[in-house]
């Protein structure tokens, strides 16, 4: 690693508030940085959504350095306690809804609760409070919009916001709100946007585990649209490597964009894993379009890569292969998530009844 990736400042005898770590990439995030800085305390407070799973932290439930506390960052009352009774020096915030699908086939009530009033209660008790050195609002570049197919254009940290389905403008919204209380009051904010990602611990609605676990029960895949729809991927610990620079090395106010310069449709991403499994593309079934969907995605990283020196470590090709693999060996994993949450993507249940009825 170069000495310009390393962090300036270290989270060793600090109180770090991680909101939604028991989620895909804040349970990541947590692995790496109780992995780095062995000398953290790190208060997970968390929701336990659908999306929201104890046993990606199962690994600190005895650590010492490591506090659970369910609670929803929604209830102003319970982030002040909280701030109050640990005092963090740092926050970073991956508690969010984050599926596109359900923000148009479930509702959208919850993305306005968690991703703009929650994102609002965390900014009002990171003012009030005054301890906080930095807070990381952790966002996405939905909040861009669509790129044309056929551009070589890329989102950078000076692109308009232009969201396309509610997710991504209750993202938008929160984002807003951080921006505001840098330009008010000096929060010491630092706003991130990363593409896709890739990795263990996803929950199963998402693209790649949702189809991996398909072909694990032998069904097909469900491609939206035509399936040239083109996402910039990148694996879970590039994206929390990122994360610790900006929250430990960003100055309050920054807005970054974390990509892998990884383009690919999602057409390419089912052959894979068809591959993988040694299918055909017969297993590949072309479903209706979903409503505003945006046709590409690509992310200009070149600023966070000039001030903190950071780029993506992880070769696609190992990468998506190990997180193929590491679902197909955690079966437990995926039986206790199911036998939670019952349904993995509402919308494609949904569409599958009316296909098997007729
Ligand atoms: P996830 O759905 O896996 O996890 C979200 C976590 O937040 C869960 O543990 C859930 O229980 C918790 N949560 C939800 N609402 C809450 C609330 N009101 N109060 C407290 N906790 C709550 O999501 P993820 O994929 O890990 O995404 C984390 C963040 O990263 C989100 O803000 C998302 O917008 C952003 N992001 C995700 C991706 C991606 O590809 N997954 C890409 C870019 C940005
Ligand atoms: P998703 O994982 O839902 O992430 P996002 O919408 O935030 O990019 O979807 C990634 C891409 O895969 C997106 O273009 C929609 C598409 N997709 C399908 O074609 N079929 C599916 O069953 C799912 C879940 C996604």
């Known amino acids: 690693m170069s000495t310009k990736q390393s962090a300036k400042r270290s989270l060793n005898g600090k109180v770090l508030l991680v909101c939604g770590g028991a989620g895909f990439i804040g349970s990541n995030f947590i692995h790496h940085i109780f992995e780095k800085y062995p000398k953290v305390r790190i208060i997970n407070f968390d929701k336990l959504t659908y999306s929201g799973n104890t046993d990606n932290v199962r690994d600190f439930v005895k650590d010492a350095r490591y506090t659970f506390v369910r609670g929803d960052i929604a209830d102003q009352k319970k982030v002040t306690a909280v701030f109050k009774k640990y005092q963090p020096d740092y926050v970073i915030n991956f508690a969010a809804e984050t599926h596109v699908d359900r923000s148009i086939h479930v509702g959208s009530l919850e993305f306005i609760n968690t991703n703009i009033v929650g994102v609002f209660n965390l900014l009002e008790a990171v003012k009030v409070g005054g301890t906080v050195q930095s807070f990381v609002q952790v966002s996405t570049d939905e909040v861009y919009g669509s790129l044309a197919l056929d551009s070589e254009d890329k989102f950078s940290e000076h692109t308009a916001f232009a969201p396309n389905v509610p997710y991504a403008a209750t993202k938008a919204g929160g984002d807003m709100l951080c921006r505001a209380y840098h330009n008010t009051w000096g929060v010491p904010v630092v706003v991130t946007h990363c593409s896709n990602n890739y990795g263990p611990r996803q929950y199963p609605e998402k693209l790649i585990p949702f189809f991996v676990l398909r072909m694990l029960e032998g069904k097909t895949l469900p491609l939206y649209g035509d399936g040239n729809h083109v996402r910039d991927w990148v694996y879970v610990l590039d994206h929390c490597k990122a994360l610790e620079l900006c929250l430990l090395n960003g100055k309050p106010g920054t807005v970054y964009n974390i990509g892998a310069d990884n383009e690919m449709n ?93």
């Open 266 to 358: 999602n057409r390419e991403i089912a052959d894979r894993i068809l591959k993988y499994f040694g299918k055909g593309k017969d297993m590949i079934e072309f479903v209706a379009e979903r409503p505003g969907h945006d046709r590409r995605y690509a992310i200009d990283a070149s600023l966070i890569m000039k001030d903190f020196g950071w780029k993506p470590e992880y070769l696609f090709d190992q990468a998506f292969a190990d997180t193929v693999k590491w679902y197909t060996q955690n079966r437990k994993w995926i039986e206790r998530v199911r036998r939670k949450t019952g349904v993995f993507n509402p919308h494609i249940d949904l569409w599958e009844g009316h296909k098997n009825k007729k």
